[in-house]
């Protein structure tokens, strides 16, 4: 058979165990006695004249292992992969390739190692596709359409003699593993048949709701003191010192500012002026169009309608550019006033420019934005934060997302750090108690959820809503939810991950049982939480119409999944990967 390539024949294939060679071809050589000699002889002298442990690291070099398969195979594969994806994909999405690993894994090396691994595995199931059945798939690839009348035939015969020729033997070899790797999943992960009543059921777990009784409680009566000494501060405090008390960078700043909102109150504004700025500006008080007639612009408002919202505006448009020009003037000071170490002249000068003074200490957060509290927000355009500015630099003039107009001045920079024990001993006497309160709540709530369990249907809301409920601090609300939906099981630790979630229609019983899950968020001011939550009716979905062979598609497709999990951890345990 002629090489898909090229015309060339390819070498014939080494004779089968047990079976004469064939007689076109060439004969095997194999090394004398006196060659081999004179080999092991150069080996020898070479380490005597150079060191022997050098020479012998060459002959005795370990072979390097990826993943229990050697590194030189693992890479030969994933070349071939990388060829195969210049060839025949040379156009496709980078993260969606077609013969390679994608580029977000993140060791390359050890995918390939486990493909190999998975082909032998099959392989040694017998799944590794030969003979006439390799040759089926073979053509099968060839023929694959590319577009222009081309196949992958032309694309891989086009690059013969190249730098990214794909030889037959490489190419098969590629076809079989990965035909094995497939037929590997598809024999353990196979999905069952799914007979279309079954959407009966799904549609069941997909519309049908229940109207469900959710109340939070709280723990605080609970909440146990804790000493200011208690011999545990110190521990708690180290424990959660880098993740709960930690300080970001900061700086202090003293920033001269105008106020927008002052001087435009003071600016005489007459009717004409604000009716002529109206008039400029009239779009800015239509109404926003009609959804059903989005063609149809509204007419604005009448002047008299928006007669004050017109001067709130105005006032404002003219107080920020009578801000601008007083920072302005203030700024060609800027010169003698920048650089000094001592604030004293540039707050002097602040207050003989009838300028206001506010001194902030600013928390680097948000990348590029400074927050200056209630003058607003400003774009870092002078790094503020970096570290090319020291303490006495004086920025330009800057407009804030209020409108107001400022100038910084860079006061002394604040390192991130720690705040100490004696800042935050409060706060971990309450992370504390809260702590110490945890295990005789979960005790106290499932003693109160066996007790309304007891009652019947509506006991949950009915006790919230009493006096018992007020020393809980009971929280009520009524929700339909699907009957699908999960709840956050109740974690054994205070700090642990949520059990085994409680399932809705587990609990949907005419018993109307009352269950315990985790409050959503579990902590409040350093307060546990929990929630009871008990079902008190059914809501089906419509039973007409039913899309069943979606519904049956679905189930089927839950059903590979799950085998497919199955396997994937069989694949594990055999491969002993993690």
Not at 130 to 144: M, N, P, Q, V, Y
Not at 318 to 345: C, M, P, T, V, Y
């Amino acid at each position: 058979m002629l090489s898909p390539m090229t015309d060339r024949q390819p070498p014939s294939p080494a004779p089968a165990q047990g079976q004469p060679a064939s007689p076109e071809a060439a004969p095997e050589r194999h090394l004398t006695f006196g060659q081999q000699l004179f080999i092991w002889s150069m080996v020898i002298i070479v380490g005597v004249v150079f060191g022997i442990g050098a020479s012998f690291s060459l002959v005795f070099v370990p072979t390097v292992k990826v993943a229990g398969v050697a590194e030189g195979e693992v890479i030969y594969r994933m070349q071939l992969a990388d060829r195969l994806e210049r060839v025949l994909n040379p156009h496709g999405h980078p993260l969606r390739p077609l013969f390679r690993h994608p580029p977000t894994l993140e060791n390359q090396l050890e995918a390939y190692a486990i493909d190999l691994r998975l082909s032998r595995l099959a392989e040694s199931r017998g799944l590794l596709p030969k003979g006439e059945a390799l040759d089926r798939l073979e053509s099968e690839f060839l023929a694959t359409p590319l577009g222009n009348n081309r196949t992958y035939r032309d694309a891989l015969r086009e690059h013969v003699g190249g730098p990214q020729e794909i030889s037959r033997q490489d190419l098969r070899r590629f076809l079989a593993e990965r035909a094995a790797r497939q037929a590997l999943v598809a024999r353990a992960a196979i999905a069952p048949a799914v007979p279309l009543a079954i959407a009966d059921e799904v549609v069941i777990m997909r519309g049908d709701r229940a109207g469900i009784y959710d109340v939070t409680i709280s723990g605080a009566h609970l909440v146990p003191t804790v000493a200011p000494d208690d011999p545990e501060i110190p521990a708690v405090y180290e424990r959660l010192r880098t993740t709960r008390f930690a300080t970001p960078p900061a700086v202090a700043v003293a920033v001269a500012w105008a106020d927008r909102d002052e001087l435009g109150a003071q600016l005489a504004i007459s009717d004409a002026e604000a009716e002529a700025w109206y008039a400029a500006h009239q779009q800015e008080f239509a109404p926003k169009p009609d959804p059903a007639k989005p063609d149809e612009q509204p007419a604005p408002k009448p002047f008299a309608e928006v007669k004050d919202e017109v001067f709130a505006k105005l006032r404002a448009e003219r107080g920020s550019r009578e801000a601008q020009r007083r920072i302005e003037d203030f700024n060609r000071r800027g010169e003698e006033l920048e650089n000094e170490r001592d604030g004293a002249r540039f707050r002097a000068a602040v207050a003989e420019a009838g300028l206001k003074l506010a001194e902030l200490t600013i928390v680097d957060r948000t990348p590029g934005t400074i927050d200056l509290g209630e003058l607003g927000t400003c774009k870092d355009l002078m790094r503020l934060f970096g570290r090319e500015h020291e303490p006495g630099f004086l920025s330009e003039p800057i407009a804030t997302s209020k409108g107001h107009w400022a100038m910084l001045r860079l006061e002394r920079r604040i390192e991130a750090g720690f705040r100490s024990l004696d800042e935050v001993r409060e706060e971990v006497r309450r992370y504390l108690a809260g702590r110490r309160a945890w295990e005789r709540l979960i005790a106290e709530a499932t003693r109160l959820r066996d007790e309304l369990t007891t009652q019947g249907e509506d006991a949950v809301s009915k006790w919230a809503r009493s006096e018992a409920g007020k020393v809980w601090q009971a929280d009520v609300q009524a929700r339909s939810v699907p009957l699908m939906m999960r709840f956050p099981g109740v974690p054994s630790d205070p700090d642990g991950t949520a059990s085994e979630p409680v399932l809705v229609a587990a609990v949907a019983q005419p018993s109307r049982p009352v269950f315990l899950a985790a409050a959503e968020p579990l902590w409040k001011d350093d307060v546990p939480r929990l929630r009871l939550l008990q079902v008190y009716s059914i809501d089906t979905a419509p039973r007409d119409r039913l899309p069943r062979v979606a519904f049956a598609r679905q189930v089927r497709s839950w059903s590979e999944r799950y085998g497919e999990v199955l396997l994937d951890r069989e694949l594990q345990a055999k491969l002993g990967m993690r």
